[in-house]
T-cell receptor, first 113, second 110 residues
């Protein structure tokens, strides 16, 4: 068990470019979550998958954001036409059930310049 | 999720017990109390959770008052590596998100 892995760790992009992040959850975890965290704030929920199905999306997830989990294993989060306000840490977490704690990855820090 | 209130920051001497309080006066009967911590530049780490009874694991103890309106996370022998932001969350597990507040910034000092 190597924990939740996120790539890349850091991403700097120009405004207007598209970016994609990858999350590899713990292999036996069927639940996967994406959160966003800005400096000095707690993480904010973005979206949730159970297996390959995206079951919940936050209103924070504008139409420029899309997340997938094609085979119920790894997940990707894509941001199109990035804006400076998208600069944040993007965190992925997984869990094996609703009564268990989440295991978070170390996050991808996005800087939009 | 019920709203939780935590002090913004606390200090603790290394080797002493760190007692982190959390108020959740509007918690409903089916909501659990979860604690996570976040060390700088890392993702949050699950610590412990409980419903009514006190809980203990290798990391910490969780004391929940009888009326469930508040709880205390206890780190029995704080070390410098326990310096982190600690988040208290009330969650009914029926939803699929955790609502993080601002947390308590714990500074363990030598």
């Amino acid at each position: 068990d190597t924990g939740v892995s996120q790539n890349p760790r850091h991403k700097i992009t120009k405004r207007g470019q598209n970016v994609t992040f990858r999350c590899d959850p713990i292999s036996e975890h069927n639940r996967l979550y994406w959160y966003r965290q800005t400096l000095g704030q707690g993480p904010e929920f973005l979206t949730y998958f159970q297996n390959e199905a995206q079951l919940e999306k936050s209103r924070l997830l504008s139409d420029r954001f899309s997340a997938e989990r094609p085979k119920g294993s790894f997940s990707t989060l894509e941001i199109q036409r990035t804006e400076q306000g998208d600069s944040a840490m993007y965190l992925c977490a997984s869990s094996s059930g609703q009564y268990y704690g989440y295991t978070f990855g170390s996050g991808t820090r996005l800087t939009v310049v | 999720d019920a709203k939780t209130t935590q002090p913004t920051s606390m200090d603790c001497a290394e080797g002493r017990a760190a007692n982190l309080p959390c108020n959740h006066s509007t918690i409903s009967g089916n909501e659990y109390v979860y604690w996570y911590r976040q060390i700088h530049s890392q993702g949050p780490q699950y610590i412990i959770h409980g419903l009514k009874n006190n809980e203990t694991n290798e990391m910490a103890s969780l004391i929940i008052t009888e009326d469930r309106k508040s709880s205390t996370l206890i780190l029995p022998h704080a070390t410098l590596r326990d310096t982190a932001v600690y988040y208290c969350i009330a969650n009914n597990n029926a939803g699929n998100m955790l609502t993080f507040g601002g947390g308590t910034r714990l500074m363990v000092k030598p």
